[in-house]
């Protein structure tokens, strides 16, 4: 089968880009065809991709790598403007959010890429097709090939969140016609769904939505000895301090931090995402010292990149210090210190404001202490997590914003970590699928309520696990990975995308009520 897919972005890094990466290969594994249009000026060095197609001087130029092509990747020309939900700098463009597009930049970002697709689809003649984001792959698609080639939309949260919800008199028009003629819609959780349809307006759109959330590879997302490991985390820091990591991995200093790291002596704790202010990584570390206090041989691993990296480092600087204070600053400034309009973080200066006395000293102290063990990798590859979550024990995922999946979650689970996950939207969704595999006194230390005390109740899982009976543990780390095994897998995601496009919704399960 031949299937076209539209991403518009890059091939590696987070969330929709991997998403993507992770289906081409299951679908060429599978023996089919895929022409996919991205915006990753270094797809030719990825292992997935045999062919790049450029659009140069308005013709599209074919360049093979290796045979047999299984998997073509095309670079419309749309200039040097990158439309983006949320602000992250980009190599070769100037990244501007969708909703400070000019009219004209959007027009000529929607034309030339209406036109790429077309000349892509009369070439390759594609029997399916799978549009990414609720803007603007699936009205890309919708111009391009209409009907003429049925195509799925899948619907990541950026997109619905972070711009058609926020700015509807501009972009609920583009997501209406978009979505009008695809055969199903996919998305990770009940919460998405839900806002999909809140948003959208349509009764007719709950009938075409289907689950269709991410899978995990689970040849690579494995439990580990500690001895294994840490010798491989050990060989992952060497590959980077070496040069092996290239594009979004690699960077100055995350080859020491994860020497510093060893499993048969720390007890690590990692948070994998990006560095904004609404995944709350702020509460992570306020709650730190809370944990490394009682549970001396604990660090924490924090792997990302983003617009809030310099008021993480401000933020655990200041904690490092002993200095509440200036803590507290730096939570009544909140988003001013990624670029944003001031807003203070609630949670944490919620936090940081019951300190008083005894208690309020006796934190200060063992602040100072704790920052000692928190370790800030920068951006690593993805195809690094699963040499750095089997050494971890726990993973937390704080967010403070709707989340239409956890994929995070599962990754961890996968390799017998326990992930820690906030209590709302596809992240509530992901914590109840694991409950039932634990035994109740562990199911509850799945998930934490957001709010006033988040940052207590984030250090009460992570110390309720800690120091949980090691053969208690044991139990829970393999029950959840063969349940993460078992429910999650990328060709179950590829044939119900296929299944989508081409209408076969009966085969595919509603979202859970």
Not at 275 to 303: F, M, N, T, Y
Request: charged fraction near 25%; hydrophobic fraction near 45%; aromatic fraction near 6%.
């Amino acid at each position: 089968m031949r299937i076209l897919i539209f991403h518009g972005y890059l091939l590696r890094g987070t969330g929709s880009n991997i998403y993507n990466a992770s289906l081409v290969q299951t679908l060429t594994g599978m023996g089919h065809e895929v022409h996919l249009l991205c915006q990753d000026h270094d797809a030719a060095a990825l292992p997935f991709v045999d062919a790049v197609g450029r659009f140069e001087h308005g013709r599209l130029e074919v360049e093979a790598h290796r045979e047999p092509v299984r998997c073509t990747a095309y670079l419309p020309d749309i200039g040097r403007v990158l439309p983006v939900y949320v602000a992250d700098p980009y190599d070769h463009f100037d990244a501007t959010l969708f909703h400070e597009l000019t009219d004209e930049q959007l027009s000529h970002y929607l034309d030339a890429n209406v036109a790429a697709v077309r000349e892509v689809a009369d070439r390759a003649r594609p029997d399916v097709a799978l549009a990414n984001h609720l803007v603007a792959g699936p009205v890309i698609l919708a111009r391009a090939i209409g009907a003429r080639v049925p195509y799925a939309v899948k619907i990541h949260g950026s997109a619905l969140e972070y711009l058609v919800r926020p700015h509807p008199e501009r972009f609920l028009p583009l997501a209406r016609e978009g979505l009008a003629v695809a055969g199903g819609v996919l998305v990770g959780s009940r919460h998405t769904a839900e806002s999909l349809w809140a948003t959208m307006g349509d009764p007719e759109l709950p009938s075409r939505t289907r689950l269709g959330p991410p899978g995990v590879d689970v040849n690579a997302f494995l439990p580990r000895r500690p001895d294994e490991a840490a010798a491989r985390l050990s060989a992952l820091a060497e590959r980077l301090r070496g040069g092996g990591a290239a594009g979004w991995g690699g960077e100055e200093g995350a080859a020491d931090a994860l020497q510093a790291l060893d499993p048969r002596r720390d007890r690590i704790v990692a948070y994998v995402g990006k560095l904004i202010v609404s995944k709350g990584v702020d509460l992570l570390l306020a709650a730190w010292p809370l944990v490394a206090e009682r549970v001396p041989e604990s660090r924490l691993c924090v792997v990302g990149f983003g617009t809030y990296r310099d008021g993480l480092h401000t933020l655990a600087a200041a904690l490092g210090r002993g200095d509440l204070d200036a803590a507290r600053e730096i939570a009544a400034r909140g988003r001013e210190l990624e670029g944003g309009p001031p807003g203070e973080l609630a949670y944490l200066a919620s936090f940081l404001d019951g300190l008083t006395g005894e208690a309020r000293e006796r934190y200060a102290r063992a602040a100072a202490g704790a920052m000692e063990r928190v370790s800030f990798t920068g951006r690593l590859e993805y195809s690094d997590l699963p040499d750095l979550l089997p050494a971890c024990e726990a993973q937390v995922v704080p967010s403070t914003f709707p989340e239409s999946f956890g994929m995070v979650a599962v990754e961890a689970a996968a390799c017998g970590v326990l992930p820690i996950s906030a209590a709302h939207s596809g992240l509530r969704e992901v914590s109840r699928t694991f409950e039932p595999a634990v035994d109740p006194g562990v199911a509850r230390l799945l998930s934490f309520e957001p709010g006033p005390r988040a940052v207590q109740e984030i250090a009460d899982r992570l110390l309720g696990w800690l120091e949980l009976p090691p053969d208690r543990r044991t139990r829970a780390r393999a029950a959840l990975s063969e349940l993460a095994r078992e429910r999650y897998g990328w060709r179950t995601v590829a044939e119900g995308v296929i299944a989508a496009a081409q209408g076969r919704l009966s085969e595919l399960p509603e979202p859970p009520g």
